[in-house]
C-alpha cells in the first residue's frame, strides 16, 4: 500500500516519469530501506531547481525512507553533461570545496525548516579520495562496455557537437557513487530528474555485477521543472533564482513566483510545495472565481518563501510589492533597501536624468526621451515629471534611492550613496 499511496501521489503532482524495477521499488518502501539524490556543487548556492529535488525528498522521507543528500566534491570537477549542449568550465578545487561547505549548511537549513527528519549530507569526494588510477580501471573500467555507454542520452545528445573523455567519463562516477553507497549506507534507491536516467540505470548494472542479478536495487526520476517553453527553471535558464537570500532576496523570489502564469504557479504548487490534493482544490477553485486576485501565485509564494526564507520575509515583499505597485514610495523604509539593491538600478553620477537613463540603455535616444516626457510617461517617486534637463538633487531621495517609472512596465532605481 505504501507504493501505491506515494505513486499516486507522484503521479498527481506530475511529477513522476520513469521507474527501474518497481517490483524491486515495493519491498525497500515496505523495508524503510536508504535512497539518494545528487547534486553537483557547480555555484556557492542552490537554485530554485534544486528545491524541487528537496520537496521530492520530504514526500519520500514521508514514506519511512532514509533519505541521503550526496554533494559532488569530486563529480562537480568533472562535469555531468546531462541536459547540456557545450562543455563545462572545469572548477577549481579549493572553488568546489567552498561549494560543498556552503551548499550543505543551506541544505542543513532548509531540510530543518521543511521538518525532514533523519537526513545525511554526504560528500562523494570521500568515494574517491583514495582510489588510484589504476583501481578505477582494473576494478571498475573492465565492467563498463563502450557501446553501452555512448546509447546514454546524456552522450548521444552530445556526440555531433563534441564530448570530452572528463564529461564522457561522468556516467562511470555516478554509478560508482551509487554502489559505495549500496555498500556503506543501506542505499537501494536512487532520485535524479528525467535527464538522469542513463547515469541511473548505469549504476543499477554497476551494483548487480558486484551482487547479483537478483539484488533489490532501484531508481525514479521524475520531470524536470520547466517553464511554459520547455526551459529547464534554474541557474541556466535567464537569471538564477538562487535559494540563497543573500544571493536572491526575499522580494526578488516574491516577484519571480507572484508573476508566474496560472499553468505554471499551478504547476510548482505541485511540484515544488506539500500542498496536499484538497488543498490545491479549493485555491485553484477559489482563484478561478477571481483570477485578477493571483490567489494561485500569492499562494504559492507565501509557501515558498516562508519555507526559503521566512513567513516575516514572504509579509514584507507582499506589503513592499503593494507599495511599489501603488507607487506610494514615501512609505519605504530603510528597511526596504536590502530588497530593493538587486532590482533594476543605476548609480547616480551627477548627470541630467536623460544622460543616465540613455547612457544606461533604458532609454534609446533624446527623441525617445522627450516622446515619454511629451506623453507624461517618465515618473520620479510617483510624480509625473516634465523638465528635460532635470538633475537629480539630495532632496529627491527616498532613503538613498530615487524610483524612476518609464511607461507602464519599466522601473529603475537610482541610488545615491553620498546620503
Known amino acids: 500500500m505504501k507504493w501505491k499511496d506515494l505513486k499516486s501521489n507522484l503521479s498527481w503532482r506530475g511529477l513522476l516519469k520513469d521507474i527501474a524495477n518497481e517490483d524491486s521499488l ?13 547534486i553537483d556543487p557547480t555555484s556557492d548556492s542552490i537554485h530554485i531547481g534544486h528545491f524541487l529535488s528537496l520537496s521530492l525528498v520530504k514526500i519520500l522521507s514521508n514514506y519511512g525512507l532514509k533519505p541521503i543528500i550526496v554533494l559532488g566534491g569530486f ?7 546531462s541536459g547540456k549542449n557545450s562543455e563545462r568550465e572545469i572548477i577549481d578545487h579549493s572553488v568546489v570545496k567552498n561549494n560543498v561547505w556552503k551548499i550543505g549548511e543551506l541544505i542543513k537549513e532548509l531540510c530543518e525548516k521543511m521538518d525532514i527528519k533523519n537526513f545525511e549530507i554526504f560528500d562523494n569526494n570521500e568515494v574517491y579520495e583514495n582510489l588510484s588510477i589504476i583501481s578505477l580501471y582494473q576494478k571498475y573500467g573492465k565492467l563498463f562496455n563502450i557501446n553501452t555507454m555512448l546509447a546514454k542520452e546524456s552522450v548521444k545528445n552530445r556526440i555531433n ?23 556503506n549506507k543501506n ?21 548487480r555485477k558486484f551482487h547479483g542479478k537478483e539484488v533489490d536495487i532501484s531508481g525514479i526520476t521524475i520531470n524536470l521543472l520547466t517553464d511554459e517553453n520547455g526551459n529547464k527553471i534554474g541557474k541556466t535558464s535567464g537569471k538564477p533564482i538562487w535559494l540563497d537570500i543573500k544571493k536572491t532576496s526575499s522580494y526578488e523570489l516574491f516577484q519571480f513566483l507572484i508573476n508566474q502564469t496560472d499553468d505554471m504557479a499551478q504547476k510548482l504548487l505541485l511540484q515544488a510545495t506539500s500542498i496536499t490534493e484538497k488543498e490545491f482544490n479549493e485555491i485553484k477553485n477559489e482563484h478561478q472565481n477571481n483570477p485578477k486576485k493571483k490567489l494561485l501565485q500569492n499562494d504559492l509564494a507565501k509557501r515558498f518563501i516562508s519555507i526559503v526564507h521566512s513567513l516575516e520575509n514572504y509579509e514584507k ?4 510589492s503593494k507599495i511599489l ?10 528597511n526596504d533597501l536590502y530588497d530593493l539593491k538587486n532590482l533594476p538600478s543605476i548609480q547616480n553620477e551627477n548627470k541630467s536624468l536623460m544622460d543616465l537613463l540613455i547612457e544606461k540603455e533604458y532609454i534609446s535616444s533624446r527623441r525617445q526621451y522627450r516622446e515619454f516626457l511629451n506623453n507624461g510617461s517618465i515618473k520620479l517617486n510617483g510624480k509625473t515629471i516634465q523638465d528635460e534637463k532635470i538633475i ?10 530615487c524610483f524612476i517609472n ?10 545615491n550613496n553620498n546620503i
Do not use: H
Not at 514610495?329 to 530603510?334: A, L, N, V
Open 187 to 207: 542505499v537501494k534507491l536512487q532520485l535524479g530528474g528525467s535527464d538522469q536516467w542513463g547515469n541511473i540505470t548505469a549504476g543499477i548494472d554497476l551494483i
Open 161 to 183: 557537437q563534441g564530448i570530452s573523455y572528463t564529461e564522457f567519463s561522468y556516467q562511470l562516477f555516478q554509478a560508482i557513487d551509487f554502489l559505495y553507497l549500496f555498500e
Open 75 to 81: 563529480t562537480g570537477m568533472i562535469g555531468d553533461p
Open 392 to 401: 537629480l538633487k539630495n532632496e529627491f531621495y527616498l532613503e538613498q534611492v
Open 406 to 415: 518609464i511607461g507602464k512596465k519599466k522601473r529603475v532605481l537610482i541610488w
Open 317 to 320: 515583499s507582499f506589503n513592499l
Open 26 to 38: 515495493k519491498k525497500l518502501i515496505n523495508n524503510g530501506d536508504a535512497f539518494y539524490i545528487g
Open 325 to 334: 505597485f501603488n507607487e506610494d514610495y514615501e512609505k519605504i523604509s530603510k
